[in-house]
Protein backbone atom coordinates (compact mmCIF):
# COMPACT_ATOMS: atom_id res chain seq x y z
CA UNK A 1 0.00 0.00 0.00
CA UNK A 2 1.04 3.47 -1.06
CA UNK A 3 -0.42 7.15 -0.87
CA UNK A 4 -1.01 7.91 -4.69
CA UNK A 5 -0.68 11.88 -4.46
CA UNK A 6 -0.58 14.52 -2.27
CA UNK A 7 -2.45 17.26 -2.80
CA UNK A 8 -1.17 21.30 -2.51
CA UNK A 9 -3.19 24.22 -3.59
CA UNK A 10 -2.27 26.63 -6.05
CA UNK A 11 -3.52 29.63 -7.61
CA UNK A 12 -1.25 29.04 -10.96
CA UNK A 13 -0.79 25.19 -12.42
CA UNK A 14 1.92 26.50 -14.90
CA UNK A 15 3.94 28.17 -12.49
CA UNK A 16 3.84 25.81 -9.93
CA UNK A 17 4.72 23.11 -12.08
CA UNK A 18 7.44 25.21 -13.42
CA UNK A 19 8.69 26.15 -9.51
CA UNK A 20 8.74 22.54 -8.08
CA UNK A 21 10.50 21.30 -11.41
CA UNK A 22 13.49 23.71 -11.52
CA UNK A 23 13.99 23.77 -7.93
CA UNK A 24 13.20 20.00 -6.90
CA UNK A 25 14.13 18.23 -9.92
CA UNK A 26 10.55 16.51 -10.59
CA UNK A 27 8.82 14.81 -13.11
CA UNK A 28 5.18 15.28 -14.93
CA UNK A 29 4.00 12.00 -13.65
CA UNK A 30 0.50 13.80 -15.31
CA UNK A 31 -0.65 17.10 -16.95
CA UNK A 32 -4.13 16.16 -18.92
CA UNK A 33 -7.13 18.76 -19.17
CA UNK A 34 -9.91 18.03 -16.69
CA UNK A 35 -12.94 19.83 -16.90
CA UNK A 36 -14.25 22.73 -19.32
CA UNK A 37 -12.74 25.66 -17.53
CA UNK A 38 -8.70 24.97 -18.24
CA UNK A 39 -7.63 23.33 -15.23
CA UNK A 40 -5.89 20.61 -15.96
CA UNK A 41 -4.85 17.41 -13.82
CA UNK A 42 -1.40 17.63 -12.90
CA UNK A 43 0.84 15.07 -11.13
CA UNK A 44 4.52 15.56 -10.27
CA UNK A 45 6.78 12.89 -8.66
CA UNK A 46 10.17 13.67 -6.74
CA UNK A 47 12.83 10.84 -7.96
CA UNK A 48 11.51 7.32 -7.78
CA UNK A 49 8.47 8.29 -5.09
CA UNK A 50 5.58 6.62 -5.63
CA UNK A 51 3.37 9.23 -3.92
CA UNK A 52 3.24 12.31 -6.64
CA UNK A 53 1.94 15.76 -6.08
CA UNK A 54 -1.92 16.96 -7.53
CA UNK A 55 -2.11 20.42 -8.02
CA UNK A 56 -5.63 21.61 -6.16
CA UNK A 57 -7.04 24.81 -6.67
CA UNK A 58 -7.11 27.48 -4.04
CA UNK A 59 -10.14 28.66 -2.95
CA UNK A 60 -9.22 31.83 -1.33
CA UNK A 61 -6.00 34.35 -1.12
CA UNK A 62 -5.02 33.46 1.73
CA UNK A 63 -1.43 32.33 2.44
CA UNK A 64 -1.26 28.67 4.04
CA UNK A 65 0.04 30.04 7.76
CA UNK A 66 0.99 26.33 9.22
CA UNK A 67 3.02 23.97 6.67
CA UNK A 68 0.78 22.18 4.41
CA UNK A 69 3.68 19.67 3.12
CA UNK A 70 6.98 18.15 4.30
CA UNK A 71 10.25 17.23 2.31
CA UNK A 72 12.94 14.99 2.72
CA UNK A 73 16.47 16.37 1.41
CA UNK A 74 20.08 15.00 2.38
CA UNK A 75 21.12 18.83 2.67
CA UNK A 76 19.13 20.83 3.23
CA UNK A 77 21.88 23.75 3.82
CA UNK A 78 22.32 23.23 -0.40
CA UNK A 79 18.62 23.43 -0.91
CA UNK A 80 18.33 26.63 1.11
CA UNK A 81 21.22 28.58 -0.54
CA UNK A 82 19.56 27.60 -3.95
CA UNK A 83 15.95 28.67 -2.82
CA UNK A 84 17.74 31.82 -1.29
CA UNK A 85 19.50 32.37 -4.72
CA UNK A 86 16.40 31.77 -6.71
CA UNK A 87 14.86 34.40 -4.35
CA UNK A 88 12.55 31.78 -2.59
CA UNK A 89 11.11 33.57 0.19
CA UNK A 90 13.13 31.07 3.06
CA UNK A 91 11.30 31.65 6.94
CA UNK A 92 13.40 29.64 9.07
CA UNK A 93 16.66 28.52 8.78
CA UNK A 94 18.10 25.05 8.91
CA UNK A 95 17.75 24.62 12.28
CA UNK A 96 16.91 21.75 15.20
CA UNK A 97 13.68 20.54 14.22
CA UNK A 98 11.48 21.53 17.22
CA UNK A 99 9.18 18.07 16.99
CA UNK A 100 13.13 16.62 16.94
CA UNK A 101 16.23 17.65 17.87
CA UNK A 102 18.46 15.38 15.76
CA UNK A 103 16.87 16.51 12.98
CA UNK A 104 17.36 19.79 10.66
CA UNK A 105 14.70 21.70 9.37
CA UNK A 106 13.78 24.82 7.30
CA UNK A 107 11.04 26.59 5.78
CA UNK A 108 9.93 28.32 2.38
CA UNK A 109 7.28 29.61 0.50
CA UNK A 110 6.72 27.91 -3.26
CA UNK A 111 5.41 30.15 -6.03
CA UNK A 112 2.06 30.36 -4.71
CA UNK A 113 2.32 30.85 -0.86
CA UNK A 114 2.03 27.58 0.31
CA UNK A 115 4.91 27.08 3.70
CA UNK A 116 7.02 23.93 2.96
CA UNK A 117 8.68 22.54 5.51
CA UNK A 118 12.17 21.05 4.35
CA UNK A 119 13.32 18.00 6.77
CA UNK A 120 16.59 15.79 6.85
Same mark, same amino acid.
Given at each position: ??? *????????? *? @????????????? @???? #????? /? $?????? =???? %??? =??????? +?? +? @? #????? =?????? &?? %?? &????????? /????? &?????????? @?? $????????? /? =? %? $?? &??? /??
Amino acid at each position: MHI *QFAELPVFD *Q @DRAKAFYIAHFDC @DVAA #DVPMG /S $NGWRWI =ELRF %GAA =ETTLHFL +KR +K @D #DALSR =EPVLVL &ID %GD &IKMRVERLR /SADVP &ILTEPQPAPY @DP $NRIAAEFRD /S =E %G $NR &IVL /SQ
